[in-house]
T-cell receptor, first 112, second 116 residues
Framework: DAKTTQPTSMDCAEGRAANLPCNHS???????VYWYRQIHSQGPQYIIH???NNETNEMASLIITEDRKSSTLILPHATLRDTAVYYC?????????????FGTGTRLKVLA | ETGVTQSPTHLIKTRGQQVTLRCSSQ?????VSWYQQALGQGPQFIFQ???????GRGNFPPRFSGLQFPNYSSELNVNALELDDSALYLC???????????????FGEGSRLTVL
């Protein structure tokens, strides 16, 4: 079973910020939070990951709560091309495998 | 583009047949993971190869097997195909070490298998 809980779907107006929440209340101290997205008929694409500090890159920002039990992925100015399924995943930093446990993710639809 | 290529992109098989899917990893990546994604579901981890050895496996039966070659490309073989094996099979490469893998996975576009 996935260690994360995400809303099934969300809509966002084009040009506005998209805020995608994720609950990971059972996260362990050595587990990172990863976000991937999957545009229709393509393989998943890495977005960002973090341990406990907020992170930002050219694609998005990741806000992790102080207790690390939840996080929010922020797409600052959503475009139609951001329409995709977004997956929040937790995994240990020292894992010897890339066994990601994907849930069913959040289906984000960006509206014109 | 991730530099990970998979072939074939689509194929149709019948129950009981065998299938081989191929993956060419991104240059310099020594680790390949395979995932199965059924329609409407998230990807499920099948197994991982690191430097030609399997070093992690998900909850899949032995009829799912694989290989990794010296150039780090990989194959996924599925024997005795069942209807439920119909899915998108994703290959992902990464640069890993035996004990620590914190980096990202680079996924290919997948091979869509239909079993009739």
């Amino acid at each position: 079973d996935a260690k994360t809980t995400q809303p099934t779907s969300m809509d966002c107006a084009e040009g506005r910020a998209a805020n995608l929440p994720c609950n990971h209340s059972t996260i362990s101290g050595n587990e990172y939070v990863y976000w991937y997205r999957q545009i229709h008929s393509q393989g998943p694409q890495y977005i960002i990951h973090g341990l406990k500090n907020n992170e930002t890159n050219e694609m998005a920002s990741l806000i992790i709560t102080e207790d690390r039990k939840s996080s929010t992925l922020i797409l600052p100015h959503a475009t139609l091309r951001d329409t995709a399924v977004y997956y929040c995943i937790v995994r240990p930093a020292t894992s010897g495998t890339y066994k990601y446990i994907f849930g069913t993710g959040t289906r984000l639809k960006v509206l014109a | 583009e991730t530099g990970v290529t998979q072939s074939p992109t689509h194929l149709i098989k019948t129950r009981g047949q065998q299938v081989t899917l191929r993956c060419s990893s991104q240059s310099g990546h020594n680790t390949v993971s395979w995932y199965q994604q059924a329609l409407g579901q998230g990807p499920q981890f099948i197994f991982q190869y690191y430097r030609e050895e399997e070093n992690g496996r998900g909850n899949f039966p032995p009829r799912f097997s694989g290989l990794q070659f010296p150039n780090y490309s990989s194959e996924l073989n599925v024997n005795a195909l069942e209807l439920d094996d119909s899915a998108l099979y994703l290959c992902a490469s990464s640069l890993g070490t035996r004990g620590r893998n914190t980096g990202e996975l680079f996924f290919g576009e997948g091979s869509r298998l239909t079993v009739l």
